[in-house]
């Protein structure tokens, strides 16, 4: 069984920046490939991006592209997701996943709690 625990979520002004953490336990973290994902208000969760156990990285849409960046770090069991020049529209709970297999159908075994990220403007 895998445990994950996201935090760094609160409330920035837009263009602002945020960290978020996702801790792992319970399981071999560097093997696993590691997504993050969102759902705004009033929307379906979407894939945001994901890095692979080798650390390949993969993008969602283009509106995070130059902005959201994802890494890891296999000696804290922890994947992070750096988002730069936030925007309103990047408001809403961020879940991380672990073992996904299909990230735009959402197939991972594991799932954290989410984390609130709200974007003022």
């Known amino acids: 069984q895998v445990q994950l625990v996201e935090s760094g979520g609160g409330l920035v002004q837009a263009g602002g920046s945020l960290r978020l953490s996702c801790a792992a336990s319970g399981r071999t973290f560097s093997t696993m490939a590691m997504g993050w994902f969102r759902q705004a208000p009033g929307k379906e969760r979407e894939f945001v991006l994901a890095?692979?156990?080798?650390?390949?990285?993969?993008y969602s849409a283009d509106s995070v592209k130059g902005r959201f960046t994802i890494s890891r770090d296999n000696a804290k069991n922890t994947v992070y997701l750096q988002m730069n020049s936030l925007k309103p529209e990047d408001t809403g709970v961020y879940y991380c996943a672990a073992a996904c297999s299909d990230y735009v159908r959402e197939m991972c075994h594991y799932w954290g709690q989410g984390t609130q990220v709200t974007v003022s403007s």
């Open positions: 890095i692979g156990w080798s650390g390949t990285i993969t």
